[in-house]
T-cell receptor, first 110, second 114 residues
Framework: EDKVVQSPLSLVVHEGDTVTLNCSYE??????LLWYKQEKKAPTFLFML????IEKKSGRLSSILDKKELFSILNITATQTGDSAIYLC??????????FGTGTSLTVIP | KAGVTQTPRYLIKTRGQQVTLSCSPI?????VSWYQQTPGQGLQFLFE???????NKGNFPGRFSGRQFSNSRSEMNVSTLELGDSALYLC?????????????FGEGSRLTVL
């Protein structure tokens, strides 16, 4: 059964901390892995990863994929209260089907 | 540029009723996909439409159906509602078929089944 597992389920940190969110997957015919940030409203796109070992970076956020070990991490450095959200990991297969993890709920305390 | 618009935003139904949800994609986007989000199961893929054709369907019963119109707007229908259908239903659009680019999500339709 294809599945995506995210850990931890929830996380509480203080402003300025660095966090690492994990996403492991078992999806046949992998095409890409995507990270989304969901605050109160719609999930918003962060990164799409297709190749192993190539880090994608956007400001304080970065992500990398390991296709051999079947996982990805999302790093957030110097966290801010505005980073508080649910972070979703999704894996797409070559059949254009998306599998989402249940998300990691991040709370950043001032 | 307007984002993905979903209506209604909130609705309450009773068991056995049916519901139709609407999704208007970003102008120019031809792919619309639907997802069910619940606290326990997370986001689960329902189906995807591209150019009025259903290209993929997730593991949901036949009570869940959808369609896409020539203007790319999509509707999703759930018949014979069950308590477990209470969820946030999200739709997402993209210019190309799934797999070719990022998804743009709407704010969702929150369905409560009593």
């Amino acid at each position: 059964e294809d599945k995506v597992v995210q850990s931890p389920l929830s996380l509480v940190v203080h402003e300025g901390d660095t966090v690492t969110l994990n996403c492991s997957y078992e999806v046949t015919n992998f095409r890409s892995l995507l990270w989304y940030k969901q605050e109160k409203k719609a999930p918003t796109f962060l990164f799409m990863l297709t190749s192993s070992g190539i880090e994608k970076k956007s400001g304080r956020l970065s992500s990398i994929l390991d296709k051999k070990e079947l996982f990805s991490i999302l790093n957030i450095t110097a966290t801010q209260t505005g980073d508080s959200a649910i972070y979703l990991c999704a894996v797409e297969n070559t059949g254009n089907q998306f599998y989402f993890g249940t998300g990691t709920s991040l709370t950043v305390i001032p | 540029k307007a984002g993905v618009t979903q209506t209604p935003r909130y609705l309450i139904k009773t068991r056995g009723q049916q519901v139709t949800l609407s999704c208007s994609p970003i102008s120019g986007h031809r792919s619309v996909s639907w997802y069910q989000q619940t606290p326990g199961q997370g986001l689960q893929f329902l189906f995807e439409y591209f150019s009025e054709t259903q290209r993929n369907k997730g593991n949901f019963p036949g009570r869940f159906s959808g369609r896409q119109f020539s203007n790319s707007r999509s509707e999703m229908n759930v018949s014979t509602l069950e308590l477990g259908d209470s969820a946030l239903y999200l739709c997402a659009s993209s210019f190309s078929p799934l797999g070719s680019g990022e998804l743009f999500f709407g704010e969702g339709s929150r369905l409560t089944v009593l």
